[in-house]
């Protein structure tokens, strides 16, 4: 069957649920390496469902484990996969996205001038109007408070002084961050595969 075939099919799809919107959504998928190791942890690696049995039917993926929930084709059921491997197997990045999320997380979630975890937001350590440049080694956590009070200076303009120096983190070093701050939601499935799984400390 062609590609396009079996994408068609995947779209054929229907749930058995009167509202497939509501129900399927809450029905993300985990992605695996070919090792088994999550392609990212931040943001974690999970599709949209759709996405799974498209990739499934390119035999680019093995369903590694299912949902009970299943959805129906004129020709096909099929539970919906939770936790997918890739067949061929990607080259993880060294470096992480400079995101928001990702400053954030390099820096715990806590102001870098006093420690505070709220109200973050984001300072230019060496303000724009002095050339400060929006790039890692530049940008840091600081709750709003110390933010208003430094205002357009420098920290030593300011007297304030940080608690890190801001650095460009590797991937790896910031997984050993994420470990403190899991996302909200994990499917039971998904907990075996997943690097920050608190009981399997220690
Ligand atoms: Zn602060």
Known sequence: MFKADLIDRAAQFRSADED??????????????????????????????QTAIKAIFLDRVDVVASYEREVH??????????????????????????????????????????????????????PRRLGGKTTWENIITACAPCNMKKGGRTPKQARMSLMLEPIRPTSWQLQQHGRGFPPNYLHETWRD?????????E
């Open 193 to 201: 595969w997943l690097y920050w799984d608190i009981e399997l400390e």
């Open 73 to 126: 084709s004129p020709s096909l059921d099929m539970k919906l996969p939770s936790v997918i491997a890739l067949k061929q197997y990607v080259k993880p990045s060294e470096f992480p996205a400079f995101t928001r999320f990702n400053v954030f997380l390099r820096d715990r979630f806590t102001c870098q001038y006093c420690g505070s975890p709220s109200h973050l937001t984001f300072d230019h350590v060496v």
């Open 20 to 49: 497939p919107t509501r129900n399927l959504s809450a029905c993300p998928t985990l992605v695996l390496n070919a090792d088994y190791t999550p392609l990212s942890y931040y943001p974690l690696s999970i599709w949209p469902w």
